[in-house]
Each structure stands twice: as C-alpha cells, then as structure tokens.
C-alpha cells in the first residue's frame, strides 16, 4: 500500500479506531474522498483497498453501529448518473444504462412515487407478493430499505457488503440491513435494471449461494436471501443461474447408505430443509408468474423436472415432498411436454414406489385429489383436513373428465401402507374393512353401467358426503380416505371407470387383505 496517500491514511485510521464514533467518522471520510475525487477510487482498487477495508471492518465489528453501516451504503449508490461510467470501470460501456433512465430525488415526479415506508410504488409482482416478508422490525434492518440509487461502487458491494465472513460476526438486525439494501437495489424500478447489470458482473447469484451453504447464517437471514435471490433469478430467468439453484437446492439433501434393507433413513427437520423448502415455495411461486409457454417449457426441463427428479425419494423429509408433489402438479397441469414426458418415463410408478413412505400426510392426498378433479394445486391450503376434500366436489353435480388417472395408484397405495404403519390405531382399520369392499362392488358394478348407460344416477346425496368424510386429520387418514373414493366411484362416471381397472381393483384386494392382517 503506498503510504503518502489519502486512502491509506483513511484506511489507518479505520484500522486504529477504539470508539463508535472514530470508526464513523473515519468511514464518512473515506466516503468523502471516493465521492470527491475519482483517482482516489482507482486507488482503493490498486491499493485493494476495498479487502482491506472488510478485513478492518470485521476486527471493528463490535464499534459498527447502524450510522457506520448507512455510511457504506451511501458510499455504493448515487443519483448522479453522471458519475456511473466514471466510477464503474468494470464494465463495458454497452452496459451502462442511459442517463436518462435516472431521476432526480428531489424532483416531484420522484417523490410521488415513493410510498410510505420509502419504496417506489411500481415494485415488481414476487416483490410485492413478498411484501410482509420485508417489513422489517428493528432501525438497523430498516435503512436498508430507505437507501437506494444507481449502484456505482460494484467493488465495495462484492468485497465489503456480500462478505458474509464479515457479516456473519454482525447481529442479526445489522445482516438483515445489508439484505434490504441488495434488496432493494434490485427492486427499485428506476435503477433496477442497472443495479442488475453491475451485480451480475459480479457474480452475485453465486455470493448469495455461498453464503446460503453457511451453517452460521441465522435462519431469518437466509430467508431474506432466498428472497433476494428469486428476485433476481425473475428479472431474466437465465439457464446459468437456474442450473446453479438447482444444484444448491440438490445439495441440501445428502441421502445415507441404508445398511439393512428394511431400515428407512429420513433426514430430520434442520435448517437445510427449511431453506429448501422456502426456496422451492419461491421457485414455484416464480414458474406460476411464467406467461410464456417457450419460457415455461425451458424452466421446466432447466430446474423443475431435475429438482423432481432428485427429490422423489422415501428419505426426503415430509414437509419438503408435499412442496414437490405441489411443483410436480403445476409442472403436470401447464407444461404439456412434462406430463408427456413423466408418463413415457413412468413417473406415475415412481410415485406408487415413493409416496406410501408418506402415508400419514394429508397434504399429500390432497394435491393428488386437487390435480384429478382438475382443481388448482397452488397456493396450497396452510392446513388440509378432512373436510377440505369436501369443498373439491362440484356443487352442481356435474362431474368432469378426471384428470391424471394415474395418481390413483399412488393414493391407493398410500392407503394400504397406512394399515401397515405400527403407529395406526386398530379401530380404524376396523371401520375401513367394508369401506374397501363398497369400493371394490362399487367400482365393478358402476362400471357396467357406463357401458350399458351413459349416465349415472347419484346415489349419495352431498350432505351423506360431508358426513363420511369429516373426519379430523390425523396420523392414520386411510379410512377416510376409502371412504371418500367408494363415494366418488357412486357418483363420479368417469372415476368410477378408472377404479374399473384390473390391476387397480388388485391393488384394493391388496388394501383388504392389509387391514384384515393388521386387524
């Protein structure tokens, strides 16, 4: 470092600070020169000025207060667009947007756009959808939200602000700061694209996925990332950084080798499923704002069918497969390439090999029941009970074609290794032997009739309905289940014709002959 220059001096007298308020002024003075003279700039980038800076911070950490991480976020943004090629030499001049796409803050135009908590009112759509995610609860975390501009120091966001060795050493409201200021650079509509630009220069999906492998990261932390992160991966949905989602989202599972064969490992919920699981949430939130079909297709095979691929596993945790069920539904109902292709490849078997591991989940049925009556997947219900299956039966009593026949091998399936879990209560096997017969007579017998008429007269009337199948969700739902389905074949042509199958009515043998041995 050359010793006779402004820079060094700042940076000593950063290194040296003992009290809050030394540490502030020095950064107010390093922010000073950077804005005041442009060679002082190019020093800070010869002098790596900008790693030392962090390595001086992080020894600092306990002086950084919420005035010293504001100074660093003023010293990375202008409203001066004028500024911008000069300071961001990094890239090429094609890439710097038009001075004209800047506006002045203090004009009125500007100030009518900003909304109370100091966002612009055209935000984009996931920003919006995640809005009560981003209210922030404490003074540290909220300016990260009330700074933004045009981003004209890339060098301190990568070297200082995405350093998350030196955040991580920071309170969790300080973390949360820098996570809104990023944040909100990239989604604030007058410089977004811009900011954009510069961060992808500089890698920033990969920073942001490095410091998601974290382990020391609080979970609150990683959230808002997740976040960050599929705001960026909306702006142009590039195949480079959905491959490299889908491959960190692939690395939060690390199955075991099973010594003996009947033993089944599952992971246990820690805070690399919950961060899978809220970026599949985010991911399948992403693919439902697709409007293009071209655009729907290249996600699909891109991340979609490769995180279900991976996924459909009897070790994943629960929570985690019931949000791969609801992609692998959304993925069947709007990619038409996919559910040809998950049929071809024998996708449904996969599922009755799969999914009975899964027996006691709810959820699951749910979907499953959701995608045969052609019924939305998503949102998904915060809670599914009983009697939400009631709600999917059409109230005037005409019935459709099913859809996805082939699920109904998996939701029979499920209902047998229900009976053959230790933990089911055997007074409900009991109720369910005669349920699984009704739905073997049903489903031969309403068979025929289709074939000799085209209608079929409902024997069940709704209110019966309701009151077979209001049960509470509990561990062992297998009887409601039967019961739900015998009822569907009474008075649903076309599922009936599905249960007609030979080999789904030996799976329903195989269902009674479960609970007559449990029993």
């Known amino acids: 470092m050359h010793p006779n220059t402004e820079i060094a001096v700042i940076l000593a007298l950063i290194e040296a600070a003992e009290t809050t308020d030394m540490l502030h002024i020095a950064l107010k003075l390093l922010a ?250 985010a991911l399948i939130d992403l693919q439902m704002t697709i409007a293009s079909e071209d655009v729907l297709e290249q996600w699909v095979s891109t991340l979609s069918s490769r995180l279900i691929t991976y996924f459909l596993d009897e070790a994943v945790h629960p929570t985690s497969v019931v949000w791969l069920i609801t992609l692998l539904g959304c993925c069947l109902t709007y990619s038409p390439l996919f559910s040809l292709e998950f049929q071809r490849s024998k996708g449904y078997q996969a599922l009755v090999q799969v999914l009975p591991h899964f027996c006691n989940s709810l959820d699951i049925y749910y979907a499953l029941f959701c995608l045969m009556f052609g019924k939305p997947i998503y949102p998904k219900l915060p809670e599914v009970g009983i009697q939400d299956f009631e709600a999917l039966m059409p109230t005037n009593g005409h019935y459709g074609e099913l859809k996805f026949s082939g699920l109904l091998d998996s939701i029979i399936a499920m209902t047998k290794s229900s009976f053959n879990e230790p933990r089911t209560r055997p007074f409900l096997a009991l109720e369910a032997v005669n349920t699984v017969q009704t739905t073997d007579a049903a489903s031969v017998e309403e068979n025929d009739d289709i074939l000799e008429e085209p209608t079929l007269e409902v024997s069940v009337d709704r209110a019966q309905f309701v009151q077979l199948t209001g049960w509470e969700a509990s561990a062992a739902n297998a009887p409601s289940i039967l019961r739900l389905m015998a009822n569907l074949a009474k008075m649903w042509p076309s599922f009936s014709y599905a249960c007609g199958r030979a080999d789904f009515l030996e799976s329903c043998v195989d269902v009674y002959f479960s609970i007559v041995r449990f029993v």
């Not at 020169?33 to 002098?47: A, P, S």
């Not at 975390?141 to 004209?152: D, E, H, K, Q, R």
């Not at 409201?173 to 604030?188: D, T």
């Not at 996925?209 to 142009?236: N, P, S, W």
């Open 32 to 281: 000073s020169v950077l804005r005041q003279n442009l060679m002082n700039v190019q020093e800070m980038k010869t002098c790596r000025g900008y790693h030392l800076l962090s390595q001086f911070i992080h020894r600092k950490m306990s002086l950084c207060d919420i005035q010293c991480l504001e100074v660093l976020f003023k010293i990375a943004v202008s409203e001066d667009s004028s500024k911008l090629n000069n300071r961001q030499t990094s890239l090429p001049p094609s890439t710097i947007m038009p001075e004209d796409i800047f506006m002045d803050v203090n004009s009125s135009e500007f100030q009518e756009e900003i909304d109370a908590d100091g966002y612009y009112n055209n935000h984009d759509d996931f920003y919006e959808n995640r809005e009560n995610c981003n209210k922030p609860e404490t003074t540290d975390a909220i300016v990260g939200t009330l700074i933004s501009g045009a981003l004209s120091d890339a060098d301190l966001v990568e070297h200082v602000l995405l350093d998350w060795t030196l955040w991580v050493t920071a309170p969790a409201p300080m973390q949360l700061g820098v996570v809104n200021f990023l944040e909100n650079l990239v989604s604030v509509h007058k410089y977004k694209d811009h900011n954009l630009t510069v961060l992808r220069e500089r890698n920033i999906v990969h920073h942001l996925l490095v410091t998601l492998h974290r382990d020391d990261v609080e979970l609150l932390v990683l959230e808002k990332m997740a976040i960050l992160l599929c705001i960026i991966l909306q702006d142009k949905l590039l195949d480079s950084e959905l491959e490299s989602v889908a491959t960190f989202v692939i690395s939060t599972f690390h199955p075991i080798e099973v010594q003996v064969p009947q033993d089944i490992w599952r992971e246990t919920r820690n805070k690399r499923v919950i961060l899978r699981n809220i970026l599949l949430e």
